[in-house]
T-cell receptor, first 113, second 115 residues
Framework: DAKTTQPTSMDCAEGRAANLPCNHS???????VYWYRQIHSQGPQYIIH???NNETNEMASLIITEDRKSSTLILPHATLRDTAVYYC??????????????FGKGTKLSVIP | EAGVAQSPRYKIIEKRQSVAFWCNPI?????LYWYQQILGQGPKLLIQ????????DSQLPKDRFSAERLKGVDSTLKIQPAKLEDSAVYLC?????????????FGPGTRLTVL
């Protein structure tokens, strides 16, 4: 799997957009970018995933650069409940290797009132 | 829809004792995972089941850890004997699809403290 690099921690003011970067410069053509988050004392929660096009759902937007070497998760209006560790994971989506997620240390996002 | 259930939520044992964790996945989910999460780190996969068969247990310390998923539904993870370094949160996750994109749904975890 391609290795990902994320900042250790970030702060964001409540109500503002939170932009979480992820570097995955060794990503291969069949690997997707997944984002999960883990709120304190809970299990991780799926947020969004994408291959090369930008994606949006009710939780967040995912912006992937044209060369696919980096991506940004955007929480458009951060709330205190968005305080969590955010994991960027690169993985193939099909075939025998598609089932497993390899978590790094992620980015600790603190939303400040 | 009920989520992934795990019990107990907390467990404190002394080293060399045995412990077991239980997981009930979301109904109909064929794939079940056990992860270990040490404080300050991301979850690490221990074992993956597809129905009642093991798909991958390459990171499971088999000298002390064992897991089973009888009848392809509930699963139990056991540690015998426990070591201090086994102190961690043990997370269970399940997923519906057997191929293709795979969203995993996680339970709340069991926090194990080994003294």
């Amino acid at each position: 799997d391609a290795k990902t690099t994320q900042p250790t921690s970030m702060d964001c003011a409540e109500g503002r957009a939170a932009n979480l970067p992820c570097n995955h410069s060794t990503i291969s053509g069949n690997e997707y970018v997944y984002w999960y988050r883990q709120i304190h004392s809970q299990g991780p929660q799926y947020i969004i995933h994408g291959l090369k096009n930008n994606e949006t759902n009710e939780m967040a937007s995912l912006i992937i650069t044209e060369d696919r070497k980096s991506s940004t998760l955007i929480l458009p209006h951060a709330t205190l409940r968005d305080t969590a560790v955010y994991y960027c994971i690169v993985r193939v989506a099909h075939g025998a290797g598609s089932y497993q997620l390899t978590f790094g240390k992620g980015t600790k996002l603190s939303v400040i009132p | 829809e009920a989520g992934v259930a795990q019990s107990p939520r907390y467990k404190i044992i002394e080293k060399r004792q045995s412990v077991a964790f239980w997981c009930n996945p979301i109904s109909g989910h064929a794939t079940l995972y056990w992860y270990q999460q040490i404080l300050g780190q991301g979850p690490k996969l221990l074992i993956q089941f597809q129905n009642n068969g093991v798909v991958d247990d390459s990171q499971l310390p088999k000298d002390r850890f064992s897991a089973e998923r009888l009848k392809g539904v509930d699963s139990t993870l056991k540690i015998q004997p426990a070591k201090l370094e086994d102190s961690a949160v043990y997370l269970c996750a399940s997923s519906l699809r057997t191929s293709g994109y795979n969203e995993q749904f996680f339970g709340p975890g069991t926090r194990l403290t080994v003294l």
